[in-house]
């Protein structure tokens, strides 16, 4: 079905078919009976609560969706299965989705300025950076990385993002970060992956449209230098990078996880086998009650984070 619809619908539609983040928050919240919890952050972007606002732990959330469409309507679905489980183990944690302006309406770098602001204003809220963990999936985890670029590389007129501490953790969930290949798994995958070649390289010149070239390693890691990211230890504690095996993706985030790895000790890599772009998600998609083999390994992730006594504010 996702296959289907993103290789047969251009933006525009599929724009038109999908809403914006704002409303697919709504809809969700009033599904759960839970009353809408937002934070204005400035330049078109909010902050969208899952749950109380609380800045003791936090995980900031980029969503997907190539820059171009909104978070999916089962995504919350996973986070607060998250949640509920850390709330378990006695980790009651705060759930903020980034709503940032998409293309063609805003383009780089306005997405990484909103992303600056809604850093700054947790941290204004009083949460430690420690006790903040980021995450993303595909475009969102490019989010991410471009985020902890601008910190180790700033772009001009961008505000800079200096932190008192490393941020504690960053998950990234089949980080979209070629939006131009066209080989290898980009090819093996694309009749088993739920979006393809066709889609992702569609999307990528949209997103890449009227950008310099000398910006491309804040969208593209995959083209960035070696040494890139080599002291991203000093911007965030912990690293955990997922793809799956039957994803387009894979072969282009294999090097990115693989180059991280080496360059920060507490990073690491997992491949699922047979999974998708974006995998642990559709458990959740299809009410499925057995979970794939990656969501227990995030969830330990997220709770080996959030370490007893690491408090700031609530």
């Known amino acids: ?47 969208l609560w899952i749950g109380e606002r609380r800045t003791d732990r936090v995980i900031l959330y980029f969503h997907g969706g190539a820059y171009l469409l909104p978070m999916q309507f089962f995504v919350p679905n996973f986070w607060k299965y998250i949640l509920d489980e850390l709330t378990t183990k006695n980790k009651e944690t705060g759930f903020a989705i980034l709503q940032y302006s998409l293309v063609p309406t805003a383009t780089f770098p306005t997405k990484l300025h909103q992303a600056v602001l809604a850093v700054q204003h947790l941290i204004s809220k009083g949460a430690q950076p420690q006790n903040i963990q980021i995450t993303g999936d595909s475009a969102g985890a490019n989010l991410a990385l471009q985020l902890f670029s601008h910190i180790l590389h700033p772009v001009p007129d961008v505000p800079r993002l200096t932190l008192p501490a490393p941020i504690g953790g960053a998950y990234l969930m089949s980080p979209w970060i070629s939006l131009t290949g066209q080989t290898g798994s980009m090819l093996t995958n694309d009749s088993s992956d739920v979006i393809g070649i ?44 997922t793809a799956g095996d039957a994803e387009c993706l894979r072969d282009e985030i294999v090097v990115v996880a693989d180059r991280i790895c080496k360059q920060h000790p507490l990073a690491q890599f997992v491949m699922q086998k047979y999974g998708v772009h974006n995998d642990p998600y559709f458990d959740f998609f299809t009410k499925e009650k057995k979970k794939g083999e990656l969501t227990p390994v995030i969830l330990e992730w997220f709770d080996e984070g959030f370490r007893d006594g690491e408090v700031g504010a609530s």
Do not use: C
């Open 1 to 47: 079905m996702f296959y289907h619809l993103t290789s047969r619908f251009n933006v525009k539609q599929l724009q038109w078919a999908l809403g914006d983040t704002y409303d697919v928050y709504k809809d969700w919240m009033k599904g759960q009976g839970l009353p809408l919890v937002i934070d204005e952050l400035g330049e078109n972007s909010r902050l």
């Open 198 to 241: 066709q889609s992702l390289t569609y999307w990528g010149r949209l997103v890449l449209d009227g950008v310099p070239e000398e910006y491309r390693p804040y969208l593209e890691a995959y083209y960035a230098p070696e040494t890139w990211f080599e002291k991203l230890a000093t911007v965030v504690d912990r690293v955990l990078i």
